[in-house]
């Protein structure tokens, strides 16, 4: 079975729909290319076993990752979208309609597509919230806490400041997971104040991807200022869980 696209994405641009949406509704025309192509190059063999493993409700086509990109790539290439409601509502609408995981996938790298750098406003967080909250699980809601909500932080950063020191209390699971693991890739610029704050509330949560995620983010700064973490593992020592307490440690002398 095919599982790859043209070298030559010339024949997706030639190709492109014409009567593709240039007003503020959603491009019909690149979610159908999504569709098509995402088809195309499916492997129905993989996708039971890839179903199993996200354990997930909603089928997969069966495309490995790298074949996914490669279609996202030329399909939004062939599709350009003319203004920032017609992006957000093309991803709003793929999301929404999809009959495959992977199509939501999609939906997440249209969202992050370096042609609509200039769409990550604070207008976009509803979108990412509304992903994050009836996505709810860690494949869709990893990459959006990191890569979107993230960015939003580094570029709104006391607006977003307060979202997640909201959201970090909230109900919702997959919003306090968002929180602590938005500044993932910060490094030296992650805000040591808000990460404590983020974690605290959650200390004695025993969800297995709250859990996870402190010590993943704990871990994650440690490599930027270990000292910070240790001193912050040893004064919340009998309150971390063991899962935290190990992740957070994990490449600490």
């Not at 025993?206 to 871990?219: N, P, S």
Request: glycine share 4%.
């Amino acid at each position: 079975m095919k599982t790859s696209l043209p070298d030559d994405e010339e024949l997706l641009l030639a190709t492109a729909n014409l009567g593709d949406c240039m007003a503020d509704g959603p491009n019909t025309g690149l979610i159908a290319a999504v569709r098509e192509e995402l088809a195309r190059v499916a492997d129905p063999v993989k996708a039971p076993a890839m179903q199993a493993y996200m354990k997930s409700a909603m089928p997969y086509l069966g495309v490995p990752a790298p074949a996914l990109r490669r279609v996202c790539r030329a399909v939004f290439a062939a599709h350009p979208l003319a203004s920032y409601d017609e992006w957000r509502e093309t991803a709003l609408a793929l999301w929404r309609e999809a009959r495959y995981r992977e199509e939501r996938y999609a939906a997440i790298g249209l969202t992050g597509d370096r042609r609509y750098r200039a769409y990550q406003q604070l207008d976009a967080l509803p979108m990412y919230e509304e992903m994050i909250i009836f996505g709810a699980w860690w494949d869709y809601v990893d990459d959006l806490a990191t890569h979107r909500i993230g960015l939003l932080l580094a570029l709104y950063p006391d607006p977003m400041r307060a979202t997640m020191l909201a959201w970090c209390r909230d109900a919702n699971p997959w919003k306090r997971r968002t929180a602590i693991l938005c500044q993932l890739s910060f490094k030296a610029a992650t805000d040591e104040d808000l990460l404590y704050a983020c974690i605290e509330p959650n200390l004695n949560d025993r969800d297995f991807f709250i859990r996870k995620a402190i010590g993943w983010a704990l871990r994650e700064y440690a490599k930027t200022c270990p000292d910070a973490v240790r001193r912050y593992v040893f004064e919340h020592e009998t309150s971390l869980s063991p899962l935290s307490r190990r992740e957070a440690t994990k490449h600490l002398a």
